[in-house]
């Protein structure tokens, strides 16, 4: 569904990317660990159109994608969960909502999509006239999801989802990453909880100083001394 071609990106004069290569699986899970400035959230601006690469090249179901524009690449059919979560505070939970369907046009649709996200996050139903601001971080992540699910994707990336979350909340949110791709969302995941994101991948790459070091199934990275020693704590 997705290839990542050995691109490379820079900010300015300084290089983020280099030779980096992944691919993901229509239906499945693919995770992607690495330390902080590693060049994760990199990779996903790239794949976004928020990054240009200057080499290399990004294939969506066989589409070249690198020049496209961001708003084109939501309308193929890719959306992310931004690190940060980044809501509009200042509108409502509704109104947020309805602005990850802004570039659809049936109606009909997008009113089922949004009684689907209200039945997933019923918090978000009783709050959905509050201002999205004054929710809990919890609630906001839940919204950011709900938010990329609104544009219907075919691959939605998740750029740290589980940052500054109580451990409950974090169990919750990789549950319900689970069952979004279960119901036939394949997903690109960033997330520092090596072990949680291990848990639910099919696939896994780590990237250091902007460059995939180790590749493999997220079970033979789970077993991975290297991968123990720097990410997992053992």
């Known amino acids: 569904m997705l290839k990542v071609k050995e691109i490379d990106v820079y900010y300015g004069a300084i290089q983020a990317l280099k030779k980096v290569s992944i691919e993901v699986e229509q239906g499945s899970i693919v995770t992607l660990i690495g330390a902080n ?14 990054l240009r690469p200057r080499t290399g090249a990004i294939e ?59 039945i997933r996050f019923p918090r978000l139903e009783e709050r959905k006239k509050q201002l999205a601001g004054t929710l809990s971080g919890g609630e906001q992540q839940m919204l950011a999801i709900g938010r990329a699910l609104m544009a219907k994707p075919k691959l939605m990336l998740m750029d740290e989802p589980s940052m500054g979350l109580a451990p409950l909340l974090v169990k919750e949110i990789f549950e319900i990453i689970k069952d979004i791709n279960q119901k036939g969302t394949t997903i690109l995941l960033i997330e520092q909880n090596a072990n949680m994101a291990l848990s639910i991948a ?4 780590v990237i250091e100083t902007g460059q995939i070091v180790l590749e493999g199934t997220a079970s033979e990275l789970l077993r991975s001394d290297e991968v123990k020693k720097a990410y997992l704590g053992g």
């Open 60 to 118: 969506f179901e066989q589409q070249d994608i690198s020049r496209q524009a961001p708003d084109k690449i939501v309308e193929m059919g890719i959306s992310q969960v931004p690190e940060g979560r980044r809501v509009f505070p200042n509108m409502s939970v509704i109104e947020n909502l309805e602005m990850g369907a802004y570039l659809r046009k049936d109606k009909k649709e997008i009113e089922k999509d949004l009684e689907g996200v209200f």
């Open 37 to 50: 400035g590693a060049g994760k959230t990199s990779t996903l601006k790239s794949i976004s159109g928020l």
């Open 202 to 205: 099919d696939k896994a790459y």
